[in-house]
């Protein structure tokens, strides 16, 4: 297995990875009823997000994590939730590359997770 070198290898990735969200009734809700995401638009920004962050091509911008805790005040993202992301993340990537490139990707969506669930959880503190 080669590892994840250019962006069409990113466009792959993202590709298996949300017919693995949409397939999983317990969290392709957040992506057919809470954000309506239309497929088309999306997977060119997540392939423009893990070019900036693994092979440090540029061209992402947005707020990654405001854009979550927004998703959030519409539908609450549960602890499960992130695991059953990380889950598909992982296998959409292991099933199809091997290499360092991968690891970071891996590492780089944990991180993130746990950024995300930080301030999910300090949002819900300030609110008490
Ligand atoms: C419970 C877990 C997660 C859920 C349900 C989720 C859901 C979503 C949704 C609905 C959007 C579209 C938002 C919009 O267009 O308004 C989005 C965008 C995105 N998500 Fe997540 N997400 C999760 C975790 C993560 C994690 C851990 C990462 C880490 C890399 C990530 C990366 C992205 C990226 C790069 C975008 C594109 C943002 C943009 O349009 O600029 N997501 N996510």
């Avoid at 080669?2 to 017919?19: A, G, S």
């Avoid at 296998?91 to 944990?110: L, P, T």
């Amino acid at each position: 297995m080669n590892d994840i070198q250019n962006q069409d290898d990113l466009y792959k990735v993202v590709d298996e990875f949300y017919k693995k969200l949409l397939a999983d009734k317990a969290i392709s809700y957040i992506f057919t009823d809470v954000v309506k995401i239309k497929l088309e638009e999306h997977l060119p920004v997540l392939v423009s997000f893990w070019s900036q962050s693994i092979l440090g091509t540029g061209g992402y911008y947005n707020n990654l994590t405001q854009i979550h805790l927004d998703v959030n005040a519409k539908s609450y993202l549960s602890k499960e939730l992130f695991e059953i992301w990380l889950n598909h993340f992982e296998n959409a990537i292991d099933e199809n590359y091997q290499g360092i490139n991968c690891e970071r990707m891996k590492n780089q969506a944990h991180n993130l997770s746990t950024v995300m669930q930080i301030k999910i959880a300090k949002e819900k503190d300030e609110k008490l």
